[in-house]
């Protein structure tokens, strides 16, 4: 939920305000899907992200951002080797193995205490490896900014993960459901603030965030 939206801004009013190459053919329909997921924002998500900051400590949210990536391991497992980074997937094995029964489930990153740093890759990036371009800019409705090599890897990775399969067997789609929607509060709360900032400070905000976006994404 806005997981492509809520990007690190560490540039805020830097560089990223425009962008040379934008591939953007439709940017009439993108910048309408802006405006619906900019509702979506004030209406639910900030609200949601303020009170979920209010009730949890920085430690409570660590924890919990902890849990959600070794839940997430098994996907980047899978990818690592679908690159063929034999060294990486070595790394995510180890930070799974260690976490999940040392770091208490997850909650606790020991593996990282260890000197075993994460690192994430996804089916889009995946794609990129193999050589398949990324195609025109996107903005997908909750999830912001993206392009459909990026869209289409997010929707096989939702079929592809096998904590997914897992949840829905055993609890019903609900806690799915949930942990993507604390997945996303958890990872909008934490750049919630810079996002307001660029949104302050940019002439084009639609625009700042796009070359923003792409910017990282590239850089992935």
Same mark, same amino acid.
């Given at each position: ?15 990223? !305000? ?15 899907? =802006?405006? #619906? ?13 303020? =009170? /979920?900051? #209010?009730?949890?400590? %920085? ?7 902890? =849990? ?11 990818? %690592?080797?679908?690159?063929?980074? +034999? %060294?990486?997937?070595? +790394? ?16 606790? &990153? ?14 889009? !990036? ?23 090599? &990026? ?5 096989? +990775? $939702? /079929?592809? @993960?096998?904590?997914? /399969? ?19 509060? %958890? ?8 996002? !307001?900032?660029?949104? @302050?400070? $940019? ?11 792409? !910017? ?5």
């Amino acid at each position: 939920m806005g997981s492509n939206q809520a990007h690190q801004t560490s540039a805020v009013g830097g560089t990223a !305000q425009t962008s040379n190459e934008v591939n953007d053919p439709l940017e009439p329909v993108n910048r309408v899907t =802006f405006k #619906f997921n900019e509702v979506f924002h004030a209406i639910i998500l900030r609200p949601l992200a303020t =009170f /979920y900051k #209010f009730i949890l400590p %920085d430690d409570g949210r660590v924890a919990v951002r902890n =849990f959600l990536k070794n839940l997430r391991s098994p996907v980047v497992l899978a990818n %690592d080797l679908l690159q063929g980074e +034999t %060294d990486r997937a070595w +790394t995510t094995t180890q930070r799974l193995a260690i976490n999940t029964t040392l770091g208490l489930g997850g909650l606790l &990153d020991v593996a990282k205490k260890w000197g075993i740093k994460s690192h994430s890759e996804d089916l889009g !990036q995946t794609f990129a490896v193999w050589g398949v371009p990324d195609g025109v800019y996107l903005v997908l409705p909750i999830f912001g900014p993206s392009n459909p090599r &990026d869209a289409v890897g997010k929707l096989v +990775t $939702s /079929y592809l @993960d096998p904590v997914s /399969y897992w949840l829905r067997d055993t609890h019903g789609d609900e806690w799915s459901n949930a942990r993507a929607v604390v997945g996303g509060v %958890d990872e909008f709360s934490g750049v919630m603030n810079d996002l !307001q900032k660029l949104k @302050d400070t $940019s002439v084009d905000y639609y625009a700042a965030l796009r070359s923003i976006s792409r !910017q990282k994404r590239n850089t992935e």
